[in-house]
């Protein structure tokens, strides 16, 4: 019994002369107990026999869509399923960019659109071609997109020269995965029994009954902190501006439009649940009036038109003001100064978290997939967490903020 039994990983094998460090790869991951299944692309073959492979995993190797297959039909699609994760190792840059591209033209880049568990993505390349702009802009996109990399390493090429371009060790990427299955299985379940309130997306002030203001926010963030909270175990309530995503299932969804309307919803959940996560963008004015008819363009040219606002509520400020044993995590959307104003929040909400980003950074700003986030502590503590998708930053915040609320009792 091996830290990997009872895991099923989906091995993908490419051309390059680094197959044979996949071989003891493979080793590694059978001697942990796991239940490995390879796929190869016809390349890779040229390099390894498949009968390697198959010796050591015990598994018939994928490698050719049009021939019968020897455990499953719909071979691809049982292969993405099957596993708990899938690694590609090496991973060619000639796979990296159809991966980048949607291309399946092979068995295993077709598997690879089909999983929908991590994966993670081991390079081997030579140097220039490692280094060239195109790959370097593949290898950005996927991850954006939420692909692992391990590597590639410094060292020795095939060529016997030095750069940038070698397989990490199967040691590391061997580690890598342990982790990312290992970490989720510490995750699981690790909310139950917590109260969760999230605020999510943006919200709308009427102008007149055909204009409103708002702002940027799509809401992923929020909907991803909500959908991972409820998949570790917690009673989830989601509040929502509109947005155009689908509600994570199992969570308690209250829809609204208004600052105010956010405010009644989030007083009303707010005494029953143990941590709040204010990852909305409330609007933080609204007209004194609306309009009851649509405004009609002035004649006059450069006329203009004058729209008197008042302030909005703060709502996690609030929260902070009426808080018990709860804990308040604040988010902070910066263009500057990010975290001295994050800093400034955190006392302003009463806060015990504040969850900061500059939503000028690449990656970083609204509508992406992806986050990059400083989480601020009221001991003045500012952790920088990397480039991220929301998926995983949101289970990195979950990761911080338990030990508050349990510290909150």
Known sequence: MGELSGKRITLGVTGGIAVYKAVELLRLFVKAGADVHVVMTPAATQFVAPLTFRELS?????????????????????????????????????????????????????????????????????????????????????????????????????????????????????????????????????????????????????????????????????????????????????????????????????????????????????????????????????????????????GNVGGGLALQLVDNPDIIAELGRLKKQQVVVAFAAETENLIENARHKLVQKKADLVVANDVTAPGAGFEVDTNQVYLVYPDGRAEKLDLLPKTEVAEQILDRVLPLCRAAG
């Open 58 to 298: 015990f598994h018939p190797v994928a490698v050719d869509m049009f021939v019968e297959p020897k455990e499953w039909l719909m071979e691809h699609l049982s292969l993405a399923e099957s596993g708990d994760i899938m690694v590609v190792a090496p991973a060619t840059v000639n796979t990296l960019a159809k991966l980048a591209h949607g291309v399946a033209d092979n068995l295993l880049c077709t598997t690879l659109l089909a999983v929908t568990a991590p994966v993670v993505l081991a390079p081997a390349a030579d140097s220039h071609m490692w280094l060239n702009p195109i790959t370097q802009e593949n290898v950005a996109k996927l991850k954006r997109l939420g692909y692992h990399f391990v590597g590639p390493d410094s060292g020795s090429l095939a060529r016997n020269i030095q750069g940038v371009g070698r397989m990490a060790s199967p040691e590391e990427i061997y580690r890598k995965v342990a982790d990312l299955l290992l970490v989720g299985d510490r995750r699981r379940d690790d909310w139950r029994g917590r109260r969760v309130l999230v605020t999510a997306g943006p919200t709308q002030e009427p102008i007149d009954p055909v204009r409103y203001l708002t702002n940027r926010s799509s809401g992923k963030m929020g909907y991803a902190l909500a959908e991972a909270a409820c998949r570790r175990g917690a009673e989830v309530t989601l509040v929502s501006g509109p947005v155009n995503l689908a509600p994570p299932a199992g969570v308690r969804l209250v829809r609204v439009q208004t600052t105010l309307e956010m405010r009644e919803a989030a007083l009303a959940a707010f005494p029953e649940v143990d941590v709040v996560f204010g990852a909305a963008a409330p609007a933080d004015y609204r007209l004194a009036q609306p309009y009851e008819q649509k405004i009609k363009r002035s």
